[in-house]
């Protein structure tokens, strides 16, 4: 009868093996994540012109080419003005894609053909909807103002100040807190038009963003940061950023930076979000 025998000096080298591999692979997660999809990026537009500016490679179809030379100028204001606000050197280089309706930009993340949206950030690239499809006419102001080259830039700053680490509801947030603060846009209000009262804890929140009330887990996202910015200094809402890239998770972070329990945070948080509901209600 044969047996199989194990030389163990070598199972043992090839476990330590594996296991470098591993931990290499799970330490740089964040680079490869960006390296797949910009291979995707790569073949899935092989066929898309490319205009190069000082700081961005727009990726675009014929069809518009009238809108290049303005979605580059603003996508160059929104690394500067949007970067300064972060306090942090911006990536030297970032692909933005436009794609020429809504399906395209749908496919291009394998989403029913049906969904909806003026911009995606996912991993180091910025996927736009192209003005064509909403812009009466083309103009700057409204574009910068609408459009969604801040919102998708901050969350690149995002992504690259936490390399990763951060929850949904935050990146939204704080995406919102700089289109805000360079743009003037805001959502609006769902308390406006609804006057029950439905917020959602953190945990909601960092568990099942997508699943939510879209218009009150994105108002609600905002608030937070706002919260933090207004009764902490606005250096808080970075330095929560700067230590998730540290690798704390959320908790540990808002604790470190804060100065009290996650908890205690919430509770007090809480108090501020109900007057914000019952204020926007009665405006």
């Known amino acids: 009868m044969s047996s199989i025998r194990f030389d ?14 591993m931990v290499i692979i799970i330490k740089n997660s964040h680079t490869l994540q960006r390296f797949l999809v910009s291979q995707e990026i790569r073949f899935s537009t092989a066929q898309y012109e490319i205009a190069s500016t000082a700081h961005f490679d727009v990726k675009y179809l014929p069809i518009d080419e009238a809108y290049v030379p303005m979605v580059a100028a603003v996508a160059e204001d929104a690394r500067q003005s949007v970067s300064e606000m972060f306090g942090k050197q911006p990536p030297e280089r970032t692909t933005l894609i436009i794609y020429p309706d809504s399906a395209s930009l749908a496919r291009s993340f394998g989403w029913n053909k049906n969904a909806r949206a003026m911009g995606v950030y996912w ?3 910025i996927r736009i909807l192209s003005p064509a499809e909403w812009l009466k006419e083309p103009s700057q102001e409204v574009f910068v103002r609408q459009g969604p080259v ?4 901050a969350h690149l ?18 995406a919102q807190y700089v289109e805000k603060r360079l743009t003037g846009f805001e959502f609006a209000s769902p308390a406006a038009r609804d006057g029950e009262f ?10 099942d963003f997508d699943a939510l009330e879209e218009s009150v887990a994105y108002w609600q996202s905002l608030k937070i940061v706002e919260y933090i910015a207004g009764r902490y200094g606005e250096g808080a809402v970075w330095q929560i950023l700067r230590d998730l890239g540290d690798g ?6 808002v604790e470190k930076t804060l100065g009290l329990s996650y908890e205690r945070f919430e509770e007090e948080l809480f108090v501020f979000l109900e007057k914000e509901w019952t204020r926007r209600c009665k405006i």
Do not use: C, P
Request: proline share 0%; net charge negative; glycine share 12%.
């Open 248 to 253: 704390y998770q959320l908790d540990g972070a």
């Open 123 to 125: 991993g180091g690239s």
């Open 150 to 153: 801040y919102h998708e830039y």
């Open 198 to 207: 439905t917020l959602y804890s953190l945990r909601q929140m960092d568990k």
């Open 157 to 174: 700053m995002v992504d690259e100040v936490t390399r990763g680490n951060y929850s949904r509801w935050l990146t939204e947030g704080v």
């Open 8 to 21: 163990g000096g070598k199972v043992s080298l090839l476990l330590i093996t594996v296991f470098i591999i």
